[in-house]
Nanobody
Framework: VQLQAFGGGLVQAGGSLTLSCAASGRTPSNYHMGWFRQAPGKEREFVAAISLTGRHTLYADSVKGRSTISRDNNKNTVWLQMNSLKTEDTAVYYC???????????????????WGQGTKVTVSS
């Protein structure tokens, strides 16, 4: 599976941004999808995930209530809508795919099999 994330940019605190992840290759709809982020000097951390059917979603506490992950398997695309952005949301955001027989996605980055190249989000104060 090949993944391409885009939609990042510069946004003011309090603003909104929607990231997209386009998937291609081996039946992307068979994969749980996740978003992770990595700020300068920090480890890559989980942001949100969605099951292959879209029925189950998970969010990190830091973005819960401010973000929505969604997918359209007909378009092989996953989105991460982020609202009320904070300066601490500044990071490079990565989408990832996890082939799993589990009904629910995982928050563990080591369990994701494929990664996109990342898109940078900068939130200014």
């Amino acid at each position: 599976v090949q993944l391409q994330a885009f939609g990042g940019g510069l946004v003011q605190a309090g603003g909104s941004l929607t990231l997209s992840c386009a998937a291609s290759g081996r039946t992307p709809s068979n994969y749980h999808m996740g978003w992770f982020r990595q700020a300068p000097g920090k480890e890559r951390e989980f942001v949100a995930a969605i099951s292959l059917t879209g029925r189950h979603t998970l969010y990190a506490d830091s973005v819960k209530g401010r973000s929505t992950i969604s997918r359209d398997n007909n378009k092989n695309t996953v989105w991460l809508q982020m609202n009320s952005l904070k300066t601490e949301d500044t990071a490079v955001y990565y989408c990832a795919a996890d082939w799993s027989r589990s009904l629910v996605p995982t928050t563990k980055k080591n369990e994701y099999d494929y990664w996109g190249q990342g898109t940078k989000v900068t939130v200014s104060s």
